[in-house]
């Protein structure tokens, strides 16, 4: 596997892990009710920002007070604490918040692997499943690019060809951009790609 390739789609996985942090068996959830029930608070602070974690703190010492007054104010102290946690998280991302989404949600090959390797380590399966994706990608932006004649003296035939090129130009780019950016400092790991304007 090229290392530029597997840089690349690795590079995709904290937006493909952002896709379940709404989930109540996602991992903010998760974390969560493990500090409702444990008290221990600190784990789930690694969820948001540091602006926002007065919120989470009131938030929660609310919620532990109230879930001792029985089941059903067990059950709303809960959910107020996971609904604050998760909207203040998907803020953090840049994301909106629509909500807590049920346990058992579809998250597509991509998460669930990505999930899997963070228990078992190997990385195998996840490998596979991202170049894969990316390989179909490339293979059916050329597919749609090969079936067009170039520009020449049929100006339909040439406007075909162009919309089929930008889009190929603007996926290849993102997926170099992906594998040489550095999420954490937005800076570029290495050399900038010259962007096209199509």
Known sequence: M?????AAVLSLLPAVASAHCDT????????????LESGKLNPVLAWVRPADEAEVRASFE???KVRKLG????????????????RLHRAGEGAP????KPAGQDLGPAVTAADELLRTH????????????????LRRHLHRLHAQK???EDVAAGRAWVAAYVPYVHWVEGV??????????GAEAGHEAPKHDH
């Open 122 to 137: 190997q990385p195998a399966e996840l490998e596979a499943v991202l170049v894969n994706a990316v390989r179909e990608g």
């Open 71 to 86: 089941a059903d104010a067990r059950e709303l102290a809960d959910t107020a604490f996971l609904e604050t946690l998760v």
């Open 150 to 152: 170039r520009p020449g």
């Open 62 to 64: 609310r919620a532990r």
């Open 24 to 35: 109540l068996d996602g991992p903010v959830v998760v974390d969560a009710r493990a500090a």
């Open 176 to 185: 170099y951009d992906a594998a040489v950016k550095d999420p954490a400092h």
């Open 97 to 100: 918040y629509t909500g807590l």
């Open 2 to 6: 090229k290392p530029l390739l597997f």
